[in-house]
C-alpha cells in the first residue's frame, strides 16, 4: 500500500512548477485523508502550499534555488550532511541505490539516490512502519535542515518539522 503522505512531502520538496501549484487540493488530500501529520503540522505544511499556490512562479524558484542549490547547509542531498565530499559518501550511494533496486525501484542514473524528494517517494512505496523506521535513520539530519530553516523563517521547516515527526522516536532522540 502507498503512503501518499510521503509523496505529498517529497512533492513540497520539489522544484516550484505549474503542476506543483495545480495539485494543492491532491497535497492537502493526501495529508488530510492518511492524517499522519498532526494538526499544527498539517496547518503549517497547508501554510507552505498555499505558499506556493499563490506566489509568482518565477519568485518561488528563486527562492527554491537560494535555498536548496546555493546553501549547502541546506542541501537535499542526503549524504552530503553526513560524509561531505568523501569517500563514504560513494558507498553509502551505492547501498541505497541497491536497496531501492531491491525494492524495485529503478532510478535514472543522473539522480543521485540520497536526493530527499526520491527518498520520500521511495519510502511511499514500502510498508509505514518500515518506511518509518527508514525515516529515522536520517532524523537528525532533517532535524538539522528544519532548525536551518526555521532560523531563515522559511516556510519550507514545516516539511523538516513532519517528517521528523513521522519518524519514530529512538533513545537518543528521547533523551
Known amino acids: 500500500m502507498m ?18 501549484q495545480r495539485a ?8 488530510a485523508d492518511e492524517a499522519l501529520v498532526s494538526g499544527d503540522a498539517r496547518r503549517a505544511l497547508n501554510l507552505l502550499i498555499d505558499d506556493i499556490v ?9 527562492r527554491y534555488l537560494l ?10 542531498h542526503l549524504f552530503e550532511h553526513v560524509h561531505g565530499e568523501s569517500r563514504d559518501r ?10 531501492y533496486r531491491k525494492s524495485g525501484l529503478d532510478i535514472a542514473a ?17 510498508p509505514l512502519d518500515e518506511a518509518r523506521d527508514l525515516l529515522g535513520e536520517t532524523a537528525h539530519i532533517l532535524g538539522a535542515l528544519g532548525e536551518r ?23 537518543a532522540a528521547a533523551a
Open 3 to 20: 503512503t501518499r503522505t510521503f509523496k505529498a512531502l517529497s512533492a513540497l520538496l520539489a522544484y516550484p512548477s505549474p503542476d506543483l
Open 24 to 31: 494543492s487540493a491532491d497535497l492537502r488530500a493526501a495529508l
Open 54 to 62: 499563490e506566489g509568482d512562479l518565477y519568485d518561488l524558484q528563486e
Open 67 to 76: 535555498l536548496f542549490d546555493r546553501t549547502r547547509s541546506l542541501s537535499l
Open 90 to 99: 560513494g558507498q553509502a550511494m551505492i547501498d541505497l541505490k541497491a536497496l
Open 110 to 126: 543522473a539522480e543521485l539516490p540520497d536526493y530527499l524528494p526520491m527518498f520520500l517517494e521511495f519510502l511511499s512505496t514500502r
Open 149 to 171: 530553516l526555521a532560523k531563515r523563517d522559511s516556510a519550507y521547516a514545516a516539511v523538516f518539522d513532519a517528517l521528523v515527526a513521522l519518524a519514530p522516536r529512538t533513545d
